[in-house]
């Protein structure tokens, strides 16, 4: 029988906090589910809180007024923690809502999408194969004659075993006689000066050094059957060996341009960013046994849109029509900040791994995850004595 697929197991281990939205339905919002005591966030468990013997009637007043302080107190401060699913350092105060990470529902765990994925690599590769073309269904084909390009690509979900929250700030441009850099501070104010609070948001994210699993399969043999275009030849290169080669390249190139960006625009706490930067210019592979891709939450403009159309981000020009009309171009970016790091968001590590390598790294996450069990566990025994 005819094989379709070829399968490939990839290691994605996180670099940058990485953000993927579930949606604003979602999103955390304060005195309903969360509140912040003493610099921590209590997420709030419904089904906990009534376990615990909480009026309901007049919680639930206290939900729909928003009343974080009533909430606290009705809940009292003691039992905090018995009726939160978990309590996280708050990393920086934020009047918007907290944007919540995607979960898998059976198992309440983060999980990488691998839409999510694919539609990053999907940039990368319109960049790469369109030459001047600026029509996506002449470079990838179309869905409706059954030779799209990316239908050939299949990408599996990654689950993780856990999130932490990021403050995020916008670096943005202003106008002082010349266009100079500064940090978003409110919606006409941008300063000079770096202060994690004011215009910022909070993000739930996968944690640098995370790792997770997927599957890439690509169908070969079906592409042969199917394709026939101008790009064929081009992109049965990129099905076989030249993947992690292509991601390598755009995102080297798009790295160099931010960090020229940067330091173009130089302001406060830039020094952080161009230092992260650096870091993952130097993490990319001469030999591509691995490739870097940036995704998700924070990619920006320029990530998106798969970076054809400037080649250099300090001069973008300026938009012709319309409310922003007579401002420059996308010269705003979202930046990680915790501790002393200041990243771009989103960078991942693709690794193909074989089988016995899987199950070598699935072996130690669950003697880790036991030996957290299991220290856990003494610490509660060592609060109830």
Request: net charge positive; with cysteine.
């Amino acid at each position: 029988m005819e094989t379709i697929n070829e399968k490939y197991d990839l290691k994605i281990e996180v670099l940058t906090p990485l953000s993927i939205g579930a949606g604003v339905e979602k999103d955390w919002v304060r005195g309903v589910d969360f509140v912040v005591n003493k610099g921590k966030i209590y997420k709030l468990n419904l089904k906990k809180i009534a376990k615990e013997g909480v009026n309901i009637d007049r919680m639930t007043s206290f939900f729909a007024s928003k009343n974080e302080q009533g909430i606290i107190n009705l809940i009292t401060e003691p039992k905090l923690e018995k009726v939160s699913d978990f309590v996280m350092p708050l990393p920086a105060d934020s009047p918007n809502d907290i944007k919540a990470f995607i979960k898998n529902q059976l198992t309440g765990k983060p999980i990488l999408a691998g839409s999510s994925l694919k539609g990053a690599i999907r940039s990368i590769l319109f960049d790469y194969l369109r030459d001047r073309e600026r029509d996506e269904k002449q470079v990838f084909g179309s869905s409706v004659k059954g030779d799209e390009f990316m239908r050939f690509i299949k990408i599996s979900d990654a689950e993780f075993d856990g999130t932490f929250l990021v403050n995020t700030k916008i670096f943005n441009l202003q106008k002082k006689g010349n266009w100079i850099g500064g940090w978003k501070h409110g919606g006409r104010d941008t300063g000079d000066t770096f202060s994690p609070k004011g215009f910022n948001t909070i993000y739930e994210c996968l944690k640098p050094m995370q790792c997770g699993f997927a599957s890439i399969m690509l169908s070969l043999s079906q592409f042969d059957k199917i394709c026939n275009h101008s790009y064929q030849q081009e992109k049965r290169g990129i099905l076989n060996n030249d993947l992690f080669k292509v991601i390598n390249n755009h995102t080297k190139e798009y790295l160099k341009k931010e960090k020229a960006f940067f330091e173009e625009y130089s302001a406060d706490k830039t020094n952080l960013i161009v230092d992260s930067i650096n870091n993952l210019l130097n993490l990319i592979p001469s030999d591509n046994s691995y490739c870097i891709l940036k995704m998700s939450a924070g990619s920006g403009f320029h990530s998106i849109t798969g970076d054809w159309q400037f080649e250099d981000y300090s001069r973008t020009g300026v938009w012709d029509f319309g409310r922003n009309q007579g401002k420059q171009k996308y010269k705003s970016r979202k930046i990680a900040v915790y501790g002393e790091h200041f990243d771009l968001m989103g960078f991942v590590k693709l690794t193909a791994i074989s089988e016995e390598e899987k199950e070598k790294e699935r072996l130690a996450r669950e003697a880790i995850a036991r030996s957290k069990q299991k220290l856990n566990a003494n610490r509660e025994m060592n609060k109830n004595d």
